[in-house]
């Protein structure tokens, strides 16, 4: 199985920052990539797809990019809705795998 | 709207079963590949089964490979996972997600709890 490794497990940001997280794949995976947003006792909610195509009605304060096996979502301007827990999911190909989850807070 | 609604969780001893059900709403639900997904109290994400649109192709994880068995009913917009065999560590919220055409999961439904416990 792909193993998708996120990083940082967590950070404590400021509202306004600019603020990343990376996943990286153990193989190639295209660019199929997805990243997600959950808040505590929420089902997830998809924020981007095939790695940088922002997921409609996504705020364009996120962005998706990709280099290699790295794949990196970025906030421009963190904003206070957007404290939660954020995982990447590759679907290139089965089983699915989830990277551990970015959990950020504020600082 | 577009709507997923599981149900099903329950609390079950472990070696016990459960069906859980996933009725979707809002969309023509034939026209969509649908996933399990589920989340362990305090854990990350977990995937855990696909099923095409005819029921035809099917893939599972290795952690609930030949216990868990997922269907569908095109008739019913319902999509189903039968759980078999459960132990401690499948204890989490499911969750039923759509998949759209560039195989991400762009619908989800609020989840359902299975506790699994003497």
């Known amino acids: 199985a792909i193993q998708m490794t996120q990083s940082p497990s967590s950070l404590s940001a400021s509202v306004g920052d600019r603020v990343t997280i990376t996943c990286r794949a153990s193989q190639g995976i295209r660019n199929d990539l997805a990243w997600y947003q959950q808040k505590p006792g929420k089902a997830p909610q998809l924020l981007i797809y095939d790695a940088s195509t922002l997921q409609s009605g996504v705020p364009s304060r996120f962005s998706g990019s990709a280099s290699g096996t790295d794949f990196t979502l970025a906030i421009s301007s963190l904003q206070p809705e957007d404290f939660a827990t954020y995982y990447c999911?590759?679907?290139?190909?089965?089983?699915?795998?989830f990277g551990q989850g970015t959990k950020v807070e504020i600082k | 709207e577009v709507h997923l609604e599981e149900s099903g969780g329950d609390l079950v001893q472990p070696g016990g079963s459960l069906r859980l059900s996933c009725a979707a709403s809002?969309?023509?639900?034939?026209?969509?590949?649908m996933n399990w997904v589920r989340q362990a109290p305090g854990k990350g994400l977990e995937w855990v089964s696909y099923?095409?649109?005819?029921?035809?192709?099917?893939y599972y994880a290795d952690s609930v490979k030949g216990r868990f068995t997922i269907s569908r009913d095109n008739a019913k917009d319902s999509l189903y996972l039968q759980m078999n065999s459960l132990r401690a560590e499948d204890m989490a919220v499911y969750y039923c997600?759509?998949?759209?055409?560039?195989?991400?999961?762009?619908?989800w439904g609020q989840g359902t709890m299975v506790t699994v416990s003497s």
């Open positions: 997600a759509r998949e759209i055409s560039y195989d991400a999961f762009d619908i």
């Open positions: 999911l590759q679907d290139y190909n089965y089983p699915r795998t």
């Open positions: 809002g969309f023509t639900f034939s026209s969509y590949e």
């Open positions: 099923i095409d649109r005819s029921g035809s192709t099917i």
